[in-house]
């Protein structure tokens, strides 16, 4: 109720992540733990929820909802479900009203390493048949959690849009100051410099960023 009160308010529209699937594990209830993304089932019950939502949300005021959230970092070789399991989870869930008359976006999320860096089958790009849009979370860190030098972001960018047509929504973009990462505030200041004009190049292809997180 508060975010169709802001969104009223201030005349924006809010995204969801609404996620059936998160980096830790499933965000399922306990009894879907060993349903395959593909069944009926799974979708069906994601619909219900929609539909709950819907019922205090108007569907004019959501952009777009995510039905997985960093999809890429999760396990699945420890679930029962595949990659392929979970497209169809998302194309049996896309004749949603929202999704077909009710102007809200279908999308799944993915981290900008691994949304640009897998190798196929896997790679993300089968998915693009069954979503409006592509939402990733971009920290430009190694695998040490130290933050890259700013100067990566133009390639990091040109990236994605070579690898999707399909459009790409910066559901997160961060870039810590904290000296235990290797940053300052002079290098995030440097690197949210080079984001903007690196966004401004690519600014149809990534019509919408949200910045998160000036620690």
């Not at 069906?44 to 959230?69: C, P």
Request: glycine share 6%.
């Amino acid at each position: 109720a508060s975010l169709e009160a802001f969104s009223n308010a201030y005349g924006t529209k809010v995204v969801l992540i609404l996620s059936a699937v998160e980096i830790p594990g499933r965000a399922t209830p306990s009894d879907l733990d060993s349903t395959s993304f593909s069944s009926a089932t799974m979708a069906t019950r994601y619909k219900a929820m929609l539909d709950y939502v819907f019922t205090i949300m108007s569907e004019s005021n959501v952009q777009s909802i995510s039905l997985g959230n960093e999809v890429d970092a999760y396990n699945w070789s420890g679930d029962v479900s595949a990659v392929s399991d979970f497209e169809t989870f998302i194309s049996n869930v896309s004749d949603h009203s929202a999704f077909v008359s009710g102007g809200v976006e279908l999308a799944f999320t993915g981290t900008h390493h691994g949304l640009t860096e897998t190798a196929g089958p896997d790679d993300w790009t089968s998915m693009e048949s069954v979503v409006d849009l592509i939402h990733v979370t971009y920290y430009p860190i190694d695998s040490s959690f130290q933050v890259e030098d700013p100067s990566v972001v133009s390639g990091d960018l040109q990236s994605l849009v070579d690898k999707f047509s399909t459009p790409i929504y910066l559901q997160e973009v961060g870039y810590q100051s904290s000296t235990t990462s290797g940053s300052s505030e002079d290098l995030q200041a440097e690197f949210f410099c080079n984001f903007f004009q690196a966004w401004d190049d690519h600014a149809t292809e990534i019509p919408r960023a949200s910045i998160l997180r000036f620690n």
